[in-house]
């Protein structure tokens, strides 16, 4: 049995040639199934939950397609990939809403270190107490996948020394989010931060991992996996998603798998720990230099990642995951999306070069998709 699983994506617009130019105001306007971020440069839509990868992939595609139809009637505008402002444009905040006060709280607070694009992945888990244990592992485990999935090297025009630029500036609040003990621990928690203003609502919780659902705190359903850069390729978003709902259906069959139980750190030196490893992996990726959470010893993180693939094949397997997970052995040999075009950088292309060749690729891409795979249900 397959966990449920949807995605959050959040993209850019602009043009061929990679610059961003916002467009959110009419696509909300004329398109159903958009919603707009605080800066109109960001469309956001989310996916229905699935089990099954087949409809997953089809659903990541086709709205993408609606939305690239839509631009191409509005003018020479496209999608544009990478979670960063990468060409230019970080000197001004350009409002979506701008008459919405947590919009002007957001912009007034951290300004355009917030204007990225990323990949939300939310995972069905409706029991409160295995959601928490669940995102305690998670939390531990994120910069795995961020090292999966790091898409952003550039930031206006400029090679930022990050491999993930949008996770070393993302302003992660509030800055010290502990790995909570229990749902209990996780209402009470909340209220304080809400109380002492440090959370302005209850989605003001801006972490690698939290728990999510209709009511937060109280009704949770789902784990939110926020972490990852932008990820255009939907082959290497499933084979992520593959490999984090493996590592879980793990965790469903083993309890023990919780850093609680399996780590002689403290709570709080489990979060310093895992803190460390975000920002490592937003500097070198899959290079990265990491410490484990169950002893400390240090890794790669594309070591970690391939015991990880090899760890949860025998649960993988039988569900049918182990062929959407094989992708991840083609990002630890070829890089990930960061690697790829610091690689071209290095070969003299500019950074501009490198993104009107993604936008090619990545539009020939999903029609490919489209065509082969969700034609049926395009239609």
Known sequence: MLLSKGFEVEMYTGSPQGDIIGLSDRIVRDLEGFV???????????????????????????????????????????????????????????????????????????????????????????????????????????????????????????????????????????????????????????????????????????????????????????????????????????????????????????????PLKQSKLTPDELVSLTLANEQAVAKQSLDASLQHWQDGQTLLARDWIEQLRQEVTFIAKPRGLSCFISPIQRILREGNTAQQWLTQYEAGQSPQQILSQAIQSTEQMERDLEDKLCHSQAA
């Open 36 to 258: 707009r971020e605080p800066d109109a440069r960001n469309v956001e839509y989310t996916t229905a939950p699935y089990c099954g990868y087949d409809r997953l992939l089809c659903a990541l595609v086709n709205p993408r397609q609606h939305l690239r139809q839509y631009l191409r009637s509005q003018g020479d505008y496209t999608l544009i990939p990478g979670s960063t402002l990468s060409l230019g444009g970080a000197d001004q905040f350009y409002r979506s809403d701008p008459n919405n006060p947590y919009h002007s709280y957001i912009e007034q607070t951290y300004h355009t270190d917030v204007v990225t694009a990323s990949i939300h992945i939310n995972v069905g888990i409706n029991d409160p107490e295995i959601l928490m244990r669940a995102c305690r592992l998670v939390r531990v485990e994120a910069p795995l996948y961020l090292a999966l999935s790091a898409s952003s090297p550039f930031l206006d025009g400029q090679v930022t020394g990050y491999h993930s630029t949008r996770w070393a500036v993302f302003p992660q609040t509030p800055p010290f989010v502990p790995l909570f003990a229990d749902h209990d621990h996780f209402i009470q928690w909340t209220a304080q931060q809400l109380d002492q203003g440090t959370m302005q609502n209850v989605r003001h919780l801006w972490c690698s991992v939290r728990p999510n659902g209709d009511r937060r705190p109280y009704n949770l359903n789902r784990l939110e996996l926020r972490i990852c850069d932008l990820v255009t390729d939907p082959i290497s978003l499933l084979a992520i998603t593959a490999l984090l709902e493996a590592r879980l259906l793990q965790l469903l069959a083993n309890p023990q798998l919780d």
